[in-house]
């Protein structure tokens, strides 16, 4: 039950959604509890053992959704064929349009970036951890974060010439 914040922390942002989040953390303690007789504690603990349990989880669930069609509604299709709305004016004394900027950066990352940068930047897990954790190489977690920074890199500094902050 200690690893439960952690968990729930992981499993909202791999889920965007409390409700399922906490389904996802549910789910991955069943199956936990029922494969507990397989499970050998090792150096690297319980931790990266219910994270890995949590991310084929995750995986699965959204490779089975991702076949699903979506209904959308009438309104949102009408809604959708209309303008944009304007984006929101950046203060540059405020770090919040930033923070926006970096967030939209992040979701737009792959996820299996997004899952190892979280692992590694939020949960402050190792290498050889966020390794256990996914069932990846250790080769594999340095390339992905490699590659996710690289990205955030470039969106960002981007964002940094438009607002007219660096200049190209």
Known sequence: MEQLDLL???????????????????????????????????????????????????????EREGRQPTAVDGE???ASAGSHPPAPPWDRGSLEGMDQQLVRAIDSLASEYQV???????????????????????????????????????????FAVREGIIRE
């Not at 050998?40 to 931790?47: D, F, P, V, Y």
């Open 116 to 158: 190892v940068l979280m692992l590694w930047a939020v949960e402050e897990l190792s290498y050889k951890e966020i390794a256990h954790a996914c069932d990846i190489p250790i080769g594999t977690v340095m390339s992905r974060l490699h590659r996710a920074r690289q990205k955030l890199s470039e969106q960002l500094r981007a």
């Open 76 to 78: 949102q299709l009408d």
């Open 8 to 62: 729930y922390r992981v499993a909202r942002r791999l889920s965007r959604d409390p409700g399922s989040a906490e389904d996802l953390v549910q789910e991955t303690y069943v199956r936990a509890l029922r494969a507990r007789d397989t499970f050998e504690l090792q150096s690297h603990g319980i931790r990266p053992w219910l994270l890995r349990i949590m991310h084929n989880l995750h995986v699965s669930r959204a």
